[in-house]
Structure formats: structure tokens, C-alpha cells
């Protein structure tokens, strides 16, 4: 059985701090300084919708690409006025 705990709190339902609600938009830019952050080394997002290699950088128990690796990926998707980046 899954335990709710973590997803119901006192409150009601416990949302991601890190989840972004319509009307709360982040900027392309952001989103570049978090991926960056997380590892990969990203210049400008592809929007083509189409999964997207890219190469990373080394960190906590994490080895860095050697040259011509490209270990990292994301996808980025666009549907009317919503965005989606995984």
C-alpha cells in the first residue's frame, strides 16, 4: 500500500515547492540556470518538442562526459499557452 503521508499534510494536498502554476511563470532563462545547475551544459533550449542531447558536467558521485559523450537529455514541449521541460 502506498503511503499518502507525503502527498496529504495537515493542510491538504502537499505541492512540490519547485512546481510552477500558470500565472506563476519562470522565464526561458530560468529554466536554462536550473538545468544548468543540475549538471548540463545547455546554451539555449531546443523547442522542436524532440528529445535533445546534451553533455554534462561532473558532480556528487557523478562522472563528467568525455569529449563527444552526451549523457545528459531533456525534452521540451509546448501545447497552447503551457510548457512542459523533462
Known amino acids: 500500500m502506498v503511503d499518502l503521508r507525503k502527498y496529504v499534510g495537515e493542510e491538504g494536498i502537499v505541492i512540490d515547492e519547485n512546481f510552477q502554476f500558470r ?4 522565464s526561458i532563462d530560468s529554466l536554462i540556470n536550473e538545468m544548468t545547475d543540475d549538471g548540463l551544459f545547455i546554451d539555449y533550449i531546443n523547442t522542436t518538442g524532440e528529445l535533445v542531447r ?9 562522472r563528467p562526459d568525455k569529449h563527444g559523450e552526451r549523457s545528459g ?6 501545447t497552447g499557452d503551457y510548457q512542459n521541460c523533462v
Do not use: S
Open 73 to 78: 537529455w531533456y525534452v521540451f514541449n509546448e
Open 23 to 26: 500565472g506563476q511563470k519562470k
Open 54 to 62: 546534451v553533455p554534462v558536467r561532473a558532480g556528487a558521485g557523478v
